[in-house]
């Protein structure tokens, strides 16, 4: 609260290497998750000395995160946007079954990358549409797509395990070959990460996304087509889930209606956990990803040390109880 | 009755919000059995001070007794285990229960934290007969009842507690004629009972109708106490709310006004149940304001202009047709809204004065997309400067700035990407005074720069000294359409309050 008093008060003229306020709170969130991810490395250096630290364990914690870790570029996008996306694990179950059915194979790999891609943003734009045009709460409509969309993916696939069949080994072969000692698949992880993270912040789109999360009426007397950015969001996430697709493939050579389940609920811990707000208009993909390996090197040292996977995810509801009470912590100390 | 022991006695009630004195020295007395009525403009205190006595505010000074011994209103609890009860503009009541839970929701019957549903049942019918209304159903879901009939529960409830004072505030805006007259014989039962009201209303007609005495409050003062309802003038009421001491400065308007093109034209606009049948225009370098009371039409008459809403009838920016249903034609015409509620629905409060600004003109930073941050950082700086937003730094976060250089930014969004048309709902709520005069004069400037401006404002002395020309709704209709010149301030509120004057 400023009294008119405060304000008569000269403010010296900001020198512009000073970062502002909010980026500084910005910084140290950051920093409170990077603190956390070296302290997770630590336990894992004391505890499991051979085999954490190595260049094979690290390969293996990235490339199980590239997965989850696409689709949760698209979460904090729908989430800081004002909504939240219930059926992205359905969706790139669906989208890894219809380009694993032979006939989609039959055309060869790159179709089937596109069938991917397509399946995924088409389910997202149905989400959308549901969402802005038949005014569904998002929980709902992306929940009814999140049974459907597994629904069509067990109807496609008659349940079975569909391989990748020979002559599309390409698909595979982004896990598989290495450049600099990295799969392919992490590159494709860093480049959504990258390109999410200029999309929102270097973008018309993403500011439009902060707008509409923070402020749905304040947007929409400003001009902007709440409506369809809205519709756009979720296509964007679908897309994600298209990607992520494409990794699951590539990972475990096959296309399934098993594939994803509870992927929704690692992202969204992951976006909260990297301070993104559940009522929208703030947040950030950094902070999502950073939650994302945070999660991923627990459930890594848990297995590096044969203990309990249920004790996992124990820890790991503590871990977002813990880390949504910091920032509340940190926000209210600022006011 | 004049030497009867007051119910309520408040004395020199103060309240201090930051930046404002809402209450500043407020008597009032009410006798046991009387409708007291509390007259005033909006802004004069009148909802501060009903706050206080339900307990949601604390007074800083002042003494409240009620049958002569001190009490503190310390919550609204404590309010009504005191025997005052309040109903609210807004009813508060959960739609989704029934009558008989919203009438006991919070003290429940109850033995050993099981409800005792039955006997609740059997007591809201006991009330609901009592106040002429045992039709209602108890057991009826409060959110398919009309809003009549809402006003009987929400009564019941005051009732259900033992009330010795209720306070109302507007009861008759959501209802319609005939409503009103039922609500008087409540109101006259209930008085019978030597229950004490206060009631609060616009309408001066209905005043006269049931008030005993009347006490008017005009700028957080009491300005005359217990004046007999029905022989006191409506000239003399309204003298009362309007002289002024806090004085505005009006920037002056051009000696002789040009006429510039047509920039607005609205034929024949109608919302149904909102306003029917306006039209008007609004030249370049024209102010034009719209004097009304709330539930006036003022407001949804500039959403509709803005296409926020759906309407019948024609608008045309610039000969071009504005269609309802959707902002974002009119924003390409041309036009740009200051709305009423500025931080629910202009600023995005987390981010920052730039942000802000840039908001409506994001179109004009991109390049396939691409976000021009160092234009947009240029242009922000620059507006900061031109409109005088202090603190002057760009970066800060909208919300720590005070009312009125909010409200700055606000227009500065819409000054960055020339506008021909500007809608200014309420554009000095909640600013202090000294902002207000260069709100005022920021807004003639751009008029005289060629836009147009439609005006919203409940104080009517705000829209007599700004506009050019006034329109006077009432009920949703225009009763008089004149330059500011030949209206004055008392003749406006005569207009608006008893749609006398033609």
Known sequence: MTSPADERVETPVRKPAVLSPLARLGEMRHLGLVVALVLLAVVGLVTVPGTFATTSNLVSILSLAATIGVI?????????????????????????????????????????????????????????????YGRMVPFIATLAMLVAARGLAQRMSDRRTQLVQQGNEMIVELSTTRVLGIPLLVYIFALVVLAGWVVLNRTTFGRRTYAVGGNPEAARLAGIDVRRHTVALYALSGLCCGIAAVLIMARTTTGSSTHGDLYELDAIAAVI??????????????????????????????????????DQLVAKGLIIVVAVLLQRRALTSRT | MSEATPLLRMRGIVKQFPGVRALDGVDLEVLPGEVHCLLGQNGAGKSTLIKTLAGAHQPDEGTITLNGADVRLSSPIAAIRLGISTIYQELDLVDGLSVAENVFLGHEPARLGFVGRGRATRATRELLARLGHGEINPSTEVGRLSPAAKQVVSMARALSHDTRLIIMDEPSAALAHDEVGNLFRIIRELTAQGVAVVYISHRLEEIREIGDRVTVLKDGRTVAVGLPAKQTPTSRVVALMTGREVEYVFPPRRAERV??????????????????????????????????????????????????RRFSGQVFLEGRPVRGGGTTGAVRLGMGLAPEERKAQALLLDQSVSRNISLASLGRYSRLGWMDRRREAADAREMVRALDIRPADPERPVKTLSGGNQQKAVLARWLLNDRRLLLLDEPTRGVDVGARAELYALVRRLADEGIGVLLVSSEVPEVLGLADRVLVLREGRVIREADAGELDEHAVLDMIMEGSAL
Do not use: K
Request: charged share 10%.
């Open chain 1, 72 to 132: 949760t570029v698209g979460m904090t996008f729908v989430i800081i946007g004002g909504g939240i996306d219930l059926s992205v694990g359905a969706v790139m179950a669906l989208a890894s079954v219809w380009a694993t059915t032979l006939a989609t194979q039959s055309y060869g790999p790159l179709v089937m990358i596109v069938c991917a891609v397509l399946v995924g943003t088409g389910a997202g734009l149905v989400n959308g549409l549901l969402i802005s």
């Open chain 1, 273 to 310: 956990i990297g301070g993104t707000l559940l009522t929208g208009g703030r947040g950030s993909i950094i902070g999502s990803i950073l939650g994302l390996l945070i999660f991923t090197v627990i459930t890594n040292l848990f297995i590096l040390n044969g203990l309990n996977t249920s």
């Open chain 2, 259 to 308: 006429a510039g093109a047509e920039v607005l034209r609205v034929e024949r606009l109608t919302v149904p149940g909102v306003f029917a049948d306006v039209s008007f225009s609004v030249r370049a370098g024209e102010i034009v304001g719209l004097a009304g009371l709330v539930g006036s039409g003022r407001s949804e008459i500039i959403e509709a202009v803005y296409g926020a």
